[in-house]
């Protein structure tokens, strides 16, 4: 079953559109806001996004642009502008495709339908890259320098998440949250354990990537020291 991330402000429009989609067998998962909408991007495996352009928190053009920086997932904006520069800059942003209110849930079906069937035929290895880092998210391979590392699958996931979210402060609770869930229960300081053989692997003597936020978390970001 193909899974649909609905991100729709409008409780009705979303109770509507939620409905039609299932009926037609997609899993729908739905989403109010910008904010949740990234954080789910991030976290789970989607077959399509189903993206509107209002919502709080983030605008839709800023989750389109935020997800394309991670993510080549298929992403349908759904729209209320119908005029020509609007939708060249929201193909320019990332969007696959985009449908213009009002439409018939027939189109909105085909174009899934066309999304789905060019994602399947597109054969290419997702990079994520930062520096001389470098994430292959297809093997799940790590790279510095072009040269291979070995991570375990924990320090591989967390250094992904780094990443995606470089060169801002996270906390603790939110990189626990992350990778071990809402309901891991055991020593926060497993994060320290986990960073500190990932300095060990990338860090140079002049290169700095972690940073600790003394009271808060840490800030994934290169710095260069004298040696």
């Not at 189109?107 to 994602?119: D, G, T």
């Amino acid at each position: 079953m193909k899974k649909i991330l609905l991100i729709e402000d409008d409780p009705k429009i979303r109770r509507v559109l939620q409905l039609e989609l299932e009926h037609e067998g997609y899993f729908i998962d739905p989403c109010e806001d910008g904010g949740k909408a990234i954080e789910k991007a991030q976290k789970f495996d989607y077959d399509i996004i189903l993206l509107d352009l209002m919502l709080p928190v983030l605008s839709g053009e800023e989750v389109c642009k935020k997800i394309r920086s991670f993510s080549d997932i298929p992403i349908i904006v759904i729209t209320a502008k119908d005029d020509t520069f609007n939708k060249v800059e929201l193909l320019d942003m990332g969007a696959d495709d985009y449908i213009t209110k009002p439409f018939a849930i027939e189109e909105l079906f085909a174009r899934i339908r066309v999304s789905l069937r060019n994602k399947n035929n597109f054969k290419s290895n997702k990079i994520l890259s930062y520096d001389d880092l470098k994430m292959d998210l297809t093997t799940k391979r790590f790279y510095k320098n072009e040269i291979e590392i070995n991570l375990t699958k924990t320090e591989y996931n967390l250094l992904e998440f780094f990443i995606i979210n470089k060169e801002i402060c996270i906390s603790r609770e939110k990189i626990i949250e992350e990778l071990w869930g809402f309901d891991y229960s055991g020593d926060g300081k497993i994060i320290d354990v986990y960073i500190n053989s990932l300095r060990k692997k990338i860090d140079e003597k002049t290169k700095k990537y972690f940073h600790s936020i003394r009271g808060f978390g840490y800030m994934f970001k290169l710095t260069l020291e004298e040696k």
